[in-house]
């Protein structure tokens, strides 16, 4: 028997309570769980996709990696 943490155990027993965080303009969206915080992508047939910690965290890294990029454009474009 698979064991859940005191969070997940709604969506054990009910099944996850999904929020949609964010739309994108191709007709796909991103939800998450309320009780367990588990990110789902929507595909333009409606299909769910999970997404993996390691696809989030490579994100957060190209995010960060961006705005550094872009302040050390307008560090050089001011100077």
Do not use: W
């Amino acid at each position: 028997m698979k064991t859940y943490p005191n969070s997940a155990l709604p969506c054990a027993v009910f099944g996850h309570n999904y929020i949609k965080t964010k739309s994108n303009n191709d007709q796909t969206s991103e939800l998450t769980c309320n009780h367990c915080g588990i990110v789902v992508n929507t595909d333009t047939k409606g299909n769910f996709e999970h997404i993996s910690s390691p696809n989030t965290h490579i994100k957060t890294v190209l995010r960060k990696l961006y705005h550094l990029r872009l302040q050390s454009v307008k560090a050089k474009l001011s100077a």
